[in-house]
C-alpha cells in the first residue's frame, strides 16, 4: 500500500526537525525544487518521491499517521511497517548484532512467512553465517509451529512446537531489543522493536521454558 502524503505534513514535518528543504533533499533524494511543488500542491507526488521523504523523517524519528496526522516516535521504539520497511528492520537487526552479539532467540507460528517478505533472503542468510562465523553472536536458536527446518547455513538451531492454531506472528530478542511482529496487519508485516533490556530478558525467559519443553523438528513438516 502506497504511503500517502499531504503537503500539509510535509510542510508540518520539516518544521518539527526545523530543516530547510535543502536538508530534506539531501537526505530524501528528492530533489528541492520537487519538494517545493510538493509542499504548495502544485504537484501529486510520484510514489518514489514519497518513499524517499518518509524513510527520511521516519529515520528521524518522525511519522505520519491518517488525516494528515504526524507525531514524534517515543524514544526507545522503532516501529516498521509493511514490505519495504520490512528490509529496513532486517537491517537494523543485522546492524544491532553486529553491535552487541550475544544470543538470539525467535518464536514464531510460520517461519516461512519471513522469506515471503524479505526481498533477498540470500543476502540475508550469508551475512548472517559471516557474522556468525567471525564471532559477532554466539547462537541463534528458532522455535517453530511450522517451518522448512531446513537451511544449508547452520548458523541457526531449530526446536518445534507442533501447536498449530497460533496466529501468525512472532517475537525476537537480541542484544537489548524485543522484535513483536505481525503477519496479519492491515499492511504486514507490522515490527514494533523495543528497546529495553528488562523487557527482552523477560521473553527470553520464557523462550527458554518453551524451548525446553520443544520437541526436535521433524524431517519434512506435513500440513
Known amino acids: 500500500m502506497a504511503q500517502h502524503l499531504s503537503a500539509s505534513q510535509l510542510r508540518a514535518a520539516r518544521g518539527l526537525l526545523d530543516w530547510t528543504r535543502a536538508k530534506l533533499a539531501e537526505l530524501s533524494g528528492v530533489s528541492e525544487p520537487t519538494i517545493h ?22 529515520m528521524h524519528g518522525v511519522e505520519f499517521l491518517e488525516n494528515d496526522g504526524l507525531r514524534r516516535r517515543p524514544d526507545g521504539v522503532e516501529i516498521f511497517v509493511g514490505q519495504e520497511r520490512f528490509e529496513e528492520f532486517t537491517d537494523f537487526f543485522y546492524e544491532r548484532l553486529k553491535a552487541q552479539g550475544g544470543d538470539i532467540c525467535l518464536s514464531v507460528s510460520d517461519e516461512r512467512l519471513f522469506a515471503k517478505y524479505r526481498k533477498n533472503n540470500e543476502r540475508h542468510y550469508q551475512r548472517m553465517q559471516a557474522l556468525y562465523n567471525s564471532g559477532g553472536f554466539e547462537s541463534f536458536r528458532i522455535l517453530a509451529n511450522k517451518s522448512n527446518f531446513a537451511t544449508k547455513y ?6 518445534w512446537q ?19 511482529i505481525s503477519f496479519v496487519h492491515t499492511t504486514p508485516p507490522y515490527v514494533v522493536v523495543l528497546q529495553s533490556a528488562p523487557l527482552a530478558n523477560s521473553y527470553q525467559q520464557a523462550f527458554d521454558i518453551a524451548w525446553a519443553a520443544a520437541k526436535a523438528p521433524p524431517s519434512q513438516l506435513k500440513e
Do not use: M
Open 37 to 58: 511543488r510538493i509542499e504548495t500542491g502544485a504537484v501529486q507526488p510520484h510514489e518514489k518521491s514519497v518513499a524517499g521523504i518518509v524513510r527520511a523523517f521516519q
Open 154 to 159: 547452520p548458523y541457526n538451531t531449530y526446536k
Open 162 to 180: 507442533p501447536d498449530a492454531s497460533i496466529a501468525p506472528t512472532a517475537f525476537y530478542t537480541f542484544g537489548d531489543c524485543l522484535a513483536l
